[in-house]
């Protein structure tokens, strides 16, 4: 419920992908014929988080670091558009929780998260029926963070930012098994639109407003999400 340590994970992954990419029109049959591009590329990811525990009673800071992209996308050139399909998302519950999963997504994503953590109880010792209540803990955190597709050096052209609030709550059933509670809001500061459109048809499109609203995530599980 309120971690203090280290923990890292890298990820790497050669993906070899066989996508229609477009849709034309047969002049022998008069029928349509799929033809298919190859997607190729290295997908490279980093998930880093530092606990830190603070002067004061069970009270941490947590900072989170998370990094991917992807080398090639069809021509091998790093700078290259990969294929929207195989996007990169960096927002929703395990991430900017201030915009929705779908709302950040590119070829390229970053995300850092400061998390300030603090006890409301540590010994509840509550009861209701086989469920026993053991920790409240409530914390305030910020993230920024951005996704593109062009340069590495484009990586702080179009930040996004937003703040929230958790509440954590720790239990067990029948005294044995681990029963995670938690309540997130999340507010993101920075508006911005997104433009999607189907495949194959450029001219059904929809824009998407994202930014300036509250978010609400809840749960229960055996675990808190990070």
Do not use: C
């Not at 963070?145 to 937003?162: C, L």
């Not at 824009?207 to 809840?218: C, E, H, P, R, S």
């Amino acid at each position: 419920i309120n971690p203090i340590g280290r923990d890292i994970h890298v990820m790497a992954g050669q993906e070899w992908n066989y996508v229609e990419d477009t849709v034309v029109i047969n002049t022998s049959t008069g029928l349509p014929e799929r033809r298919y591009a190859a997607y190729d590329y290295l997908r490279l990811g980093l998930l880093w988080h530092e606990h830190f525990a603070l002067p004061f009673w069970s009270h941490t800071l947590s900072i989170g670091v998370r990094a991917e992209g992807m080398i090639g996308g069809g021509v091998g050139a790093f700078n290259e558009r990969a294929h929207a399909l195989f996007d990169t998302y960096i927002g929703g519950m395990y991430g900017m929780q201030g915009y929705p999963f779908y709302g950040i997504g590119g070829t390229r994503t970053y995300a850092i998260k400061a998390t300030y953590r603090f006890p409301i109880s540590t010994n509840l010792d509550w009861r209701l029926g086989g469920i026993y209540f053991d920790k409240i803990f409530l914390g305030v955190f910020a993230d920024y963070g951005s996704a593109w597709d062009g340069a590495v050096s484009d990586a702080f052209k179009t930040p996004r930012r937003d703040v929230g609030a958790e509440f954590r709550l720790d239990a067990f059933l029948w005294y044995n098994v681990p029963l995670k509670f938690f309540f997130n809001a999340a507010y993101g500061l920075d508006q911005f639109v997104r433009t999607f459109r189907l495949a194959n048809d450029i001219l059904d499109v929809q824009n998407v407003t994202y930014g300036k609203q509250w978010l609400f995530y809840t749960g229960m599980g055996f675990d808190f999400p990070e």
